[in-house]
């Protein structure tokens, strides 16, 4: 980022221009391991607590074909539905959520309506890309704002598709819509990683053999950056101030992890402290799509496991996405296309097949947290792992009858039930419960009218 150097000698000159070279290094360190005896740090009020409750919000687009997702019977007794029985294993550690609604989301044309507003639950602007607004603060982000004082990275963001531009002109929105589900302000997406080597470094750094750098010789450069980017700001563009606002969000999440390397390690309870023990992925954005997926959940479970966050989404793919499920037995063609079945039976078992997928992928994940201990229980036990779509039939674009699934028991919910809501409950009930489980005091979010658990 050459924009934010200045001139100057030495650490005010080119070592501050090296620096700024090689933000792209840097800015993926979550805490500095090569600063003796560090170790996150547990906030003072929680160090004598059990492990903390973590919350993820996975995204699929195009919705799912109904009729082989909702289960039949309800409570404890329900029978798991075709699309579902990937979850037969982990059945007891899932709550299955049918009936929810986002009302909000009934005036908009298409996906974009609905897919922004995911986890705001709020209105969704009509925009070709100058006004956007997902009408608030997405769930996610308001957890990120109230716990990230205890970890060195308030949130993580993962997806397997680039940000798409321009606009849908079918429908008259931008395609940014598409492309996010977190929202730091209704006008401020918070932007996602693809880049699974890109994750890995932002969550355990680089291991530079023989580093010898203080932590106040990195936060002065840092201060450097951010003095010169704020002077920078009001002489550029629209556009090109969101771009550098999500470059400074990088530096000071830098400035965070170096305050929780130079702290004290805490008492009480600890994360698993096996980063050093990870491989790093291989550079490059993996070709396979299983294996990007696969890599990306890993990621995600090393995530809280290490405490490195304790919030986290992640979009399967960008809405709209065309993305091919050939690899599938029986399936040809785009998952958008086949979304679209116009009530076609081959189309809707190729559409069934790929929404199976899915639910395999949000089993696995669930597995691989029960696998690993933590405290009285497992890692799951102390997770809220939401996974769902922001329609319910991709024919009709509907946004009721949401396609949701809630993993773990994170805060007390009881799991191993289809809670099946009646009269169109609002899906940011749900959330609000989530909240709650999350230590986030708040009367109401979204369109909320109650909470769900």
């Excluded at 699309?83 to 049918?98: F, G, K, S």
């Excluded at 009934?106 to 956007?132: E, Q, R, S």
């Excluded at 606009?167 to 990683?193: C, F, M």
């Excluded at 600890?270 to 959940?297: T, Y």
Aim: glycine content about 12%; charged content about 20%.
């Amino acid at each position: 980022m050459g924009m934010a150097a200045g001139s100057g000698t030495g650490v005010r000159g080119g070592g501050r221009r090296a620096f700024l070279r090689g933000c792209g290094a840097l800015l993926g360190l979550p805490w500095l391991e090569s600063f003796p005896g560090v170790r996150l740090a547990a906030a003072a009020g929680r160090a004598a607590a059990g492990p903390p409750v973590r919350s993820a919000f996975i995204y699929f687009p195009n919705g799912v074909w109904e009729k082989s997702w909702v289960p039949e019977g309800a409570g404890r007794d329900y029978v798991l539905s075709p699309t579902l029985q990937p979850l037969a294993d982990v059945r007891d550690d899932v709550l299955v959520l049918t009936g929810l609604d986002k009302k909000n989301s009934h005036g908009g044309d298409g996906h974009y309506a609905k897919t922004a507003n995911f986890l705001t639950g709020m209105p969704v602007a009509k925009t070709t890309g100058k006004n956007i607004s997902s009408g608030g603060i997405s769930v996610d982000q308001l957890m990120a704002q109230h716990v990230s004082q205890w970890t060195p990275l308030p949130s993580l963001e993962l997806g397997t598709e680039p940000v798409i531009s321009g606009i849908d002109s079918n429908v008259g929105y931008t395609r940014l819509y598409g492309s996010h589900i977190s929202w730091q302000s209704p006008n401020r997406p918070v932007a996602k990683e693809i880049n699974p080597r890109l994750v890995y470094e932002r969550l355990f750094g680089r291991r530079l053999a023989g580093q010898t750098a203080k932590a106040e010789s990195y936060q002065n450069l840092l201060d450097f950056v951010l003095e010169d980017a704020g002077r920078l700001r009001g002489k550029l563009g629209r556009d090109d101030q969101f771009k550098l606002d999500e470059y400074l969000d990088s530096v000071r999440a830098v400035e965070r992890r170096i305050e929780f390397a130079v702290q004290p390690r805490a008492e009480g309870w600890q994360p698993d402290p096996l980063s050093a023990e990870v491989q790093p992925p291989a550079a490059g954005i993996p070709a396979d799509f299983r294996e990007h997926i696969s890599i990306m959940l890993d990621l995600m479970v090393l995530a809280f496991r290490t405490d490195a966050t304790r919030v986290a989404s992640m979009m399967f793919a960008n809405d709209v996405s065309g993305r091919n499920f050939s690899f599938l037995d029986g399936v040809s063609g785009g998952h958008h296309e086949l979304s679209h079945h116009e009530k076609n039976d081959a189309k809707i078992a190729q559409y069934e097949r790929i929404s199976r997928w899915h639910v395999e992928q949000f089993a696995g994940l669930l597995k691989k947290l029960k696998a690993i201990p933590e405290g009285e229980g497992s890692l799951l036990d102390n997770c809220l792992i939401l996974f769902g779509s922001s329609i319910s039939d991709g024919n009709r674009h509907d946004p009721d009858n949401l396609p949701i699934l809630l993993g773990g028991r994170g805060g007390g919910v009881e799991s191993g039930r289809h809670l099946a809501a009646e009269g169109s409950v609002p899906l940011c009930n749900l959330y609000l419960s989530m909240l709650d489980r999350m230590g986030v005091e708040v009367e109401r979010f979204g369109d909320s009218t109650g909470r769900l658990l």
